[in-house]
């Protein structure tokens, strides 16, 4: 594990601490009205851990704890709060590499070949569109009985789940 004390900071100030943040600053508005929905952005990593890349899975592990933590002190005031974790999604940070450590400028076949992996369908990288329809589906009425999950985003999340 060569990942330094500045990277773990880094990661974690962002991806766990970041969140926490912005939960803290909406959520007394949220238990106020009685009524609110939170979901965060977390990752496939955060649900079955990222070789190479220990900063960032702790980071979206400790998110999806966050989510069900928070959750269960909200929810008697209606207020929802759920992760999505995709994988790999069409954006210019994936196509840069940066999610295969080691890898220095990897192709886009083997970026698409590694997201391949995460899915149980044949699904490589996703588009936003499909993380996105995830996300609506957990705002929306259809979601209304959902709180604490860590949800897979995108192609998978279509598949398990019904979502439009």
């Excluded at 977390?42 to 649900?47: A, D, K, N």
């Excluded at 992760?83 to 970026?111: M, N, Y």
């Excluded at 997201?115 to 929306?140: K, N, T, W």
Aim: charged letters at 20%.
């Amino acid at each position: 594990m060569t990942i330094t004390d500045a990277q773990w900071r880094d990661v974690l100030e962002v991806n766990l601490f970041g969140v926490a943040n912005a939960m803290r600053a909406v959520l007394p508005h949220m238990v106020e009205r009685k009524s609110g929905v939170i979901v965060a952005n977390s990752s496939v990593g955060g649900r079955m851990g990222t070789p190479g890349v220990p900063n960032y899975g702790a980071a979206k592990w400790g998110m999806i704890g966050l989510v069900k933590s928070v959750a269960l002190e909200v929810g008697k005031s209606n207020v929802r709060v759920n992760a999505v974790c995709p994988t790999f999604i069409d954006t210019e940070l994936t196509w840069q590499g940066t999610s295969l450590p080691g890898k220095p400028r990897p192709t886009r076949a083997e970026i698409e070949q590694v997201a391949r992996q995460f899915h149980g369908l044949d699904v490589g990288v996703l588009p936003p569109e499909d993380v996105a329809a995830a996300v609506l589906f957990l705002v929306s009425d259809e979601g209304r009985f959902l709180t604490g999950e860590a949800r897979r985003g995108g192609g998978q999340q279509r598949a398990l789940a019904g979502v439009r």
